[in-house]
């Protein structure tokens, strides 16, 4: 009884991280010195996947062109983000903090973020 017990507890422990870390929390690396100084290459951050309500200013992890990439809000639906480009219906547009080195929603073709590509949100 005591072995299995032994056997247990350490299955139990890792079925319990796996889901927190897999349905609740996100743990991830910056991967580009995009959003320094807040966030510095290397850093090793912590979201939270249940997102809720995005504002600008807030920052996410998300998925983009096949990349995990770290990037602020800078206008949500319905605002104008560089001059005269309105965001669409379920979308973000997103800079990095570091201007001078960041491929951000000024450089891609679809320069949007939709909401179901989002995987979290930084708490900072």
């Known amino acids: 009884m005591k072995k299995a017990c032994m056997m247990v507890i350490p299955l139990l422990i890792t079925m319990a991280a796996l889901f927190l870390f897999q349905g609740i929390f996100f743990i991830g690396v910056v991967p580009t010195a995009s959003m320094e100084p807040t966030l510095p290459q290397g850093s090793i951050i912590i979201g939270t996947r249940f997102i809720g309500e995005l504002t600008a200013g807030d920052i996410i992890v998300f998925k983009h062109d096949g990349k995990t990439l770290v ?30 080195n960041s491929v951000d929603s000024r450089f891609w073709e679809d320069p949007f973020v939709k909401e179901s590509d989002i995987i979290a949100k930084i708490n900072s």
């Open 71 to 100: 990037k602020r809000i800078a206008a949500v639906e319905g605002e104008y983000a560089e001059g005269d480009v309105k965001v669409p219906s379920g979308c973000f547009y997103v800079l990095g903090d570091n201007r001078a």
